[in-house]
């Protein structure tokens, strides 16, 4: 019966469309379009929301003298329809950005942080646990490693190193392009990515929403000289 309703009243409304007027069709046409832009700029203005920390995140964030952004998970958010490409599940440090197209360098996906999305970039974390960030420097021990070490620049190699990433261990400290959240915890994070950035960040894990998303406190340590891979 429904099924028999549902096509009665695609019927009607086909017989409406046609029964219309070039003009009216023109002017039913710009009504439309009216509308579909009153709703994508309030989708847009949502999304801002959506992707910003709370103000009571931003306020502790300039008391300790560090940035701040949220991270949504993949999982959740990705297919929605939001303007920023990647849909806020993607973070760049450099550009502080959330668009996939403006070198991201940490991403969220199944609570777990990752680094390293396209071509031969790659990148490495380390989770230093319990640490205030204010006394994270590239000196410190398990800091030190990341803040020295010297991307290569030729392809075959970079791809060695993509390989490294996925887990290797020095002075007792682990070093992946993947790691399980753990809020209140400080990571630090290498990321190279080729032709665009290299940066060393410390970030600590603020606290963590019903929806998954993370408010992250971080700062830079180093802003590395771009890395230019050899063409051959």
């Known amino acids: 019966m429904r099924i028999v ?9 086909a017989f409406a469309i046609s029964g219309q007027t070039h003009q009216q069709a023109l002017d039913e046409f710009a009504n439309l379009k009216q ?9 847009e203005s949502l999304e801002k929301i959506i ?5 009571a995140d931003l306020i502790t964030a300039e008391q300790e003298n560090v940035k701040v952004f949220r991270l949504l998970p ?13 849909g806020g599940v993607y973070y760049s440090f450099t550009n502080e950005s959330h668009s996939y197209d403006r070198t991201p360098q940490i991403g969220l996906e199944q ?3 990752q680094v390293g999305f396209y071509g ?3 990148g490495f974390l380390t989770d230093l646990g319990k640490v205030r960030l204010a006394e994270i420097e590239a000196k410190t021990k398990g800091v030190n490693l990341l803040a020295n070490y010297q991307p290569p620049l030729e392809l075959p190699k970079a791809r060695i190193e993509q390989e490294k990433a996925r887990g290797f261990e020095s002075e007792n400290v682990t070093y992946k392009n993947r790691l399980p959240v753990a809020v209140g915890n400080t990571y630090v994070l290498r990321a190279v ?4 950035a290299d940066v060393l960040v410390a970030f600590k894990i603020h606290r963590q929403d ?3 998303s993370l408010i992250i406190f971080w700062k830079l340590l180093e802003n590395f000289e771009k890395p230019l891979l050899a063409r051959n």
């Open 5 to 13: 309703l549902l096509s009665f009243f695609i019927a009607v409304c």
């Open 35 to 43: 509308k579909i832009e009153a709703i994508k700029s309030e989708a």
């Open 51 to 55: 992707l910003q920390p709370d103000k």
């Open 74 to 86: 993949r999982e959740k958010y990705d297919k929605d329809v939001f303007k920023v490409r990647g």
């Open 111 to 113: 609570n777990f942080l």
């Open 120 to 122: 031969a970039s790659y």
């Open 193 to 196: 990515s080729y032709n665009e």
């Open 210 to 212: 019903a929806d998954g």
